[in-house]
């Protein structure tokens, strides 16, 4: 079976070694020292001013929507993983989707002033796949009219904009390291700032509010992650160099198969935008034929996934403002397997699936 994704896990003596340490310190968890020494490693490999690292990729957005106080309407993205929406209604605010530039796949800039009204506080949009949104653009619009910008980085670790991590932009980016991306602690995420009182109100909200054994301030939640988590991490960030360099030449060998093709659209990346090759998405002319190249894959025990589908504007619990560009392309697009150990003969099945039933 070819999967979308495969975890990528270090070799068995590597962790091994910090399960000793642990059994030995019996400390498992609570900003242990392997916690800490995560934190300060990511912060060193990714240049990033301020990081937490909390227990997963969609806690991280709520911790950033209830740090920044946000409340009323928040414009966001319609073409992303539904955390994205459920975190902003689950944190009781009203999501306004606009629709997504149909190049990019990223909210499109040009269309944000449309939505915002007196009740708007914020911008929450995701660099979806990896690549960066319109980050200049987005920045000027929320300036002007004094609006928050969350970015759901989830897809991004190693993604650049204009040579700084994406992490660095916006008043809290976030990020997944759920087994399935790029950079993995099994479960796991983490929220970026450049602004130190946002990262001390975000450690608050990560630990009940405690300030001391006995003392409080303000509400708070269990967002903290162990030290078995932080060990994974640990071992899979010093192979992080391999998996990018192999990353890259299988996304460039998909590429440099479809690109001539006229029958799919591939991602265009954002100007300004260092990518960090995370997924590999495809866009057909219709729905059917993403459903029978579908098939015609299944049928070699490849599983290609629909990201993302559904658009998120239609899902139940929101009210659906019409974004064509998204449902159009979520309908039409799957991301090819892309994971450190697929090989290059599985790559060339692929492809000639592909290449078949277009
Ligand atoms: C994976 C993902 C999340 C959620 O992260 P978890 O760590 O799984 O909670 C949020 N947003 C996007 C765009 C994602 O792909």
Redesign the pocket.
């Known amino acids: 079976m070819i999967p979308v994704t495969k975890p990528f896990l270090p070799p068995r003596e590597e962790y091994n070694k910090y399960l000793n340490d642990i059994w030995d310190r019996q400390w498992l968890t609570n900003h242990g020292p392997l916690v800490n020494e995560l934190e300060s490693s990511l912060k060193r490999y990714l240049h990033a001013s301020n990081l937490l690292f909390l227990s ?3 806690i991280a ?1 709520q911790i950033a929507i209830k740090a920044l106080d946000l409340s009323g309407e928040v414009i966001t993205t319609p073409f ?2 539904v ?2 929406t459920s975190t902003i209604v689950w944190e009781n605010c009203k999501p306004v989707f606009v629709d997504i530039d149909p190049l990019t796949f990223n909210i499109d800039p040009d269309k944000i002033e449309a939505a915002i009204t007196e009740k708007t506080t914020a911008i929450l949009a ?1 660099h ?1 796949f990896g690549n960066a949104c319109n980050i200049d653009q987005i920045q000027a619009i929320a300036k002007k009219h004094q609006l928050k910008v969350i970015y ?1 980085a ?2 991004c670790f190693g993604s650049l904009y204009n040579g700084s991590s994406v992490f660095e932009y916006g008043d809290i980016s976030t990020c ?3 087994a ?2 790029i950079f993995h602690t099994v ?3 983490a929220v970026f700032t450049t602004q130190p009182e946002l990262i001390d109100r975000m450690a608050l909200l990560r630990n009940f509010g405690h300030t001391s054994p006995v003392t409080f301030d303000g509400i708070g939640i269990n967002a903290k992650n162990s030290e078995f988590h932080a060990a994974m991490g640990l071992c899979c960030l010093e192979h992080m160099n391999e998996i990018f360099k192999t990353r890259k030449a299988q996304w460039h060998r998909y590429q440099a198969a479809l690109q001539e093709s006229n029958k799919v659209q591939l991602l265009t990346i954002t100007k300004g935008c260092d990518f960090n090759c995370a997924y590999f998405p495809v866009v057909f002319e219709s729905e059917a034929v993403l459903l029978k190249v579908m098939a015609a894959l299944n049928l070699q025990y490849i599983q290609p996934r629909r990201y993302f589908f559904p658009s998120l504007n239609t899902i139940n619990y929101v009210d659906n403002n019409s974004c064509p560009n998204s449902e159009s392309i979520a309908q039409r697009v799957l991301c090819l397997p892309l994971y450190h150990t697929l090989r290059k003969e599985d790559q060339d099945l692929i492809l000639k699936v592909v290449l078949k039933n277009i």
Do not use: C, L, P, R
């Open positions: 997963n990729g969609t957005i992303s993983y955390a994205t995701t979806v759901d989830a897809h997944s390291f759920h399935t991306k479960e796991g995420g």
